[in-house]
């Protein structure tokens, strides 16, 4: 924790208010019987008085780490139960208010108080929106805000003291916006973005006590941070990144419906369909150790309607070394280069240049021009029918290209999350556009089936402190997806299906989910191995695409691996066997399909794994004993992203042994929790 945890967790901006409701108890503000929005999430799936049988109920300790102890200590006083029914309150009031901006500032300040700070910064967001939209008299809001705030002061837009009366109470919820905002800033650990804003508010209002208050303790926050990582000795580029960038933890929401969270399944039998090369196919899985590596032996029948849980790739016929395990080609494909720079195919990312994709076969839309296809189905993939690309024609979204790139050594850093987050968007809008004019119920995106295959990468339930918090940023995380958004003509006021909650577990499920891939086109390139590809960043040529390959996406981690796999079609020296499909057809070069081959013999259900950190043995040609070591350590920190304390294989639980004997040694033990380190305490 740092220093300024207590100021963090016990921050009450306005203490009267929220506690007075609490307080007053909201059976008198809320009647479950008319409430529009069901509550039947699983995870809270008694009814109040159930509250307070249980212990600690970890999933209601939030996402920030500063607030787990408050929160747990509020759940000791019995307090979540009123908790709980103000939460369902404001979800009303908000439904049937939703240009309200004190609703919503409500609701940031009880998901703080909660410990989600995560959504409380996005709805204060929101609250901003709203607010600076009413003041700047923007056409979108004006009339909508300042209805609502009529409505709600009791105050008749024809009367001779409104217009007064609703400037200053818009006036007022502004800098309680930005006391929200930083709040929340503050409880994500995300300092300079706070530090940025709390200077904006300062501006507004300088004078103001609880803004002062706020910029101090993000100030210690961020000192202490930066201070912690120099000592740790990261080089320039990455200290100013990790300095810059929030923490918290990645958690299911639990007042979003379980059925939202499932994969049922069903869902896996339709991912089965055309699976991989015809050898392997999708099965619940059972990580531990290494002798308990194995397909679980339950039915996807027997799992009913349950959440199948974890899921893996499993061969379904005895397999031989070298042969074709899938050829996956990305549901979509970013870098950090604009698909109107038109440089490659804006559908599957093969490259333009020529000699490899002749002129006459590449395609521009009629409509806008703005984007190229390599060929006729990669056209049609975006165009034909209601298809994504109508969602995005003509608007302009090169703001999301700048800076990126930038960041931390493993390619294109995250800035590539809101690029994948608009193309996701606008294959999901497409689809509910395409389903109201056929008369159906949109899908909720959460259950989309691109979004829906995918898991996030979330802790134990029972675990109140997740090993390994995640990177978190204002302007990555909440600014762009929320513009988006808007600039995709999604009402985000009244449309609860793209609440911050649902816009932030889309990102933990593609972070969870996503692989990365170079291409490089430089002449000098000779390389053909894809270990070296994945380790080999510097090269500036060198384009990193960030992939969502919808059967590739299943696969599990073994430093034992038996599927070897490499990611983009990468550079114009590898041999045609790299790039042949199922049947003998080539695939562009360049393009962001993943192919995956056995590298040894496999047997009939033994599962199938790859390696997420490329050669996992950390060795590489002409490398010394004390370099493959070095690189070994580093995969093993890398891989705690994805998991804690190894993959099960006979290497990690070795490395786990002797970590333990030579730590009760007093020797020098490999410090597998550094990431969380710099991520959790800094
Ligand atoms: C790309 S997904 C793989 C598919 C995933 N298991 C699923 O159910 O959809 C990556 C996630 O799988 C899990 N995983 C992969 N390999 C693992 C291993 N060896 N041990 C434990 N968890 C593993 C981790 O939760 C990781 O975040």
């Not at 300062?202 to 120099?230: C, M, Q, T, Y």
């Not at 032996?297 to 016929?317: C, H, M, N, Y």
């Not at 031989?320 to 599957?348: N, R, W, Y």
């Not at 350590?633 to 030579?662: A, N, P, Q, Y």
Request: glycine residues 8%.
């Amino acid at each position: 924790m740092t220093p300024s945890e207590p100021r963090v967790g016990k921050p009450s901006l306005n203490p009267g208010r929220l506690q007075k409701k609490m307080a007053a108890g909201l059976a008198s503000l809320y009647d479950p019987a008319d409430d529009p929005i069901p509550w039947d999430s699983a995870l809270f799936n008694g009814s109040e008085e159930d509250v307070g049988k249980y212990e600690v109920r970890s999933e209601w300790v939030g996402t920030s780490q500063f607030f787990i102890e408050s929160n747990v200590e509020l759940q000791e006083n019995g307090s979540l139960g009123s908790l709980i029914n103000y939460h369902k309150a404001i979800e009303h009031d908000l439904f049937q208010s939703p240009y309200d901006p004190l609703i919503h500032l409500d609701y940031a300040e009880l998901v703080n108080k909660s410990g989600f700070t995560d959504i409380s910064t996005a709805i204060s967001h929101r609250a901003l929106i709203l607010i600076e939209g009413f003041l700047s008299k923007a056409p979108e809001f004006y009339d909508q805000v300042r209805n609502a705030l009529a409505t709600r002061l009791q105050c008749h837009s024809s009367g001779p003291c409104s217009p007064y009366l609703i400037e200053k109470e818009a006036q007022e919820l502004h800098l309680q916006a930005y006391r929200h905002l930083l709040n929340g800033l503050l409880g994500c650990a995300c300092f300079w973005d706070g530090l940025v804003k709390a200077k904006i508010a300062l501006d507004k209002w300088p004078e103001d006590p609880v803004l002062s208050a706020i910029r101090k303790s993000l100030k210690e926050g961020f000192e202490d941070r930066h201070n912690g990582l120099k000592a740790l000795g990261p080089d320039q580029e990455d200290l100013v990144v990790r300095t810059r960038t929030g923490k918290i933890y990645q958690k299911a929401y639990p007042w979003i419906p379980a059925d939202l969270y499932k994969r049922a399944p069903a869902l896996v039998r339709e991912v089965n369909e055309n699976f991989g090369a015809g050898n392997c196919e999708v099965r619940p899985v059972n990580f531990g150790s290494r002798s308990s590596l194995s397909a679980l032996p339950v039915s996807l029948e027997a799992r009913g309607k349950q959440d199948i849980g974890p899921l893996g790739v499993f061969a379904t016929r005895d397999i031989k070394a070298g042969e074709l395990v899938m050829v996956d080609q990305s549901i979509t494909a970013v870098s950090s280069i604009s698909p109107s720079k038109f440089e490659h195919c804006d559908a599957c990312h093969a490259t333009l240049k020529a000699p490899f994709v002749p002129e006459s076969q590449i395609i521009r839309p009629d409509c806008c021009g703005a984007v190229a296809y390599c060929s006729r189905a990669c056209y049609l993939k975006a165009l034909k029918g209601n298809s994504y690309h109508k969602v995005l024609c003509r608007k302009n979204f090169e703001w999301l290209y700048d800076c990126n790139g930038s960041g931390v050594s493993a390619g294109a850093g995250h800035k590539w999350q809101k690029v994948m987050f608009l193309r996701i968007m606008a294959i999901i809008i497409a689809d509910r556009r395409q389903q109201i004019l056929e008369g159906k119920t949109p899908t909720h995106p959460l259950k989309h089936h691109i979004v829906a295959r995918m898991a996030a990468n979330y802790a134990p339930i029972e675990k109140l402190h997740p090993n390994v918090p995640s990177d978190w940023e204002y302007h990555e995380n909440i600014v762009a997806p929320t513009k988006i958004l808007m600039m995709l003509d999604v009402n985000i006021f009244t449309d609860r299906d793209f609440s911050p909650e649902v816009i932030q577990t889309i990102y933990w499920r593609l972070e969870n989910n996503v692989s990365m891939s170079i291409v490089d086109f430089s002449p000098s390139r000779q390389q053909t191995h894809a270990s070296r590809q994945i380790s080999d960043t510097s090269n500036e040529n060198a384009v990193h695409l960030i992939c969502l390959s919808p059967q590739y996406l299943f696969f599990n981690h073994s430093c034992e691996r038996n599927v070897s796999w490499h990611g983009a079609i990468s550079n114009p020296c590898v041999s045609l066997d790299w790039i042949t499909g199922y049947n003998g057809q080539i695939m562009k070069v360049g393009s962001s399909t993943v192919f995956c081959k056995a590298i040894r013999d496999v047997k009939e259900s033994e599962e199938l794994k790859i390696s997420y950190v490329g050669d996992p043995s950390g060795g590489g040609v002409d490398e010394s004993k004390e370099m493959a070591a070095g690189r070994r350590k580093d995969m093993r920190i890398g891989l705690e992203k994805w998991f804690v304390g190894g993959c099960g294989c006979e290497l990690c639980e070795r490395e786990t042994r002797e970590m333990s004997v030579c730590g009760t040694n007093g020797g020098e033990a490999m410090d597998l929790n550094l990431l969380s380190k710099l991520g959790g305490q800094m």
